[in-house]
């Protein structure tokens, strides 16, 4: 089992920034592919963000150039940085671990963008 915990969410004006930070604990893998996902009221819940083991990065097309993210396996975590933020930004942001057929979540971070 590996244990997925957020923080870093908030309100924020648009235009604004912020960063989200995800403690993985636990059975955690070098190998695991990390990420962050996000649901919209009335949405279905969507990838923002992967990065593969190997270090390499997917964006959704709405948030690139935009978000960022970063992994660092020495302190387990993974990081959101998002920019330029937009009201449609706002969601419940989840940490994701993907392990062969298996899937972790953490309990979400709500982030707000609004003026």
């Known amino acids: 089992q590996v244990q997925l915990v957020e923080s870093g969410g908030g309100w924020v004006q648009p235009g604004g920034s912020l960063r989200l930070s995800c403690a993985r604990s636990?059975?955690?893998?070098?190998?695991?592919?990390v990420g962050w996902y996000r649901q919209a009221p009335g949405k279905q819940r969507e990838p923002v963000a992967t990065?593969?083991?190997?270090?390499?990065?997917r964006y959704a097309d709405s948030v690139k150039g935009r978000f960022t993210i970063s992994s660092d396996n020495a302190k387990n975590t993974v990081t959101l940085e998002m920019n330029s933020l937009k009201p449609e930004d706002t969601a419940v942001y989840y940490c994701?671990?993907?392990?062969?057929?298996?899937?972790?979540w953490g309990q979400g971070t709500q982030v707000t963008v609004s003026s």
């Open positions: 636990g059975n955690v893998w070098p190998y695991d592919i």
């Open positions: 994701h671990t993907l392990r062969f057929d298996d899937q972790f």
């Open positions: 990065m593969s083991s190997g270090g390499v990065p």
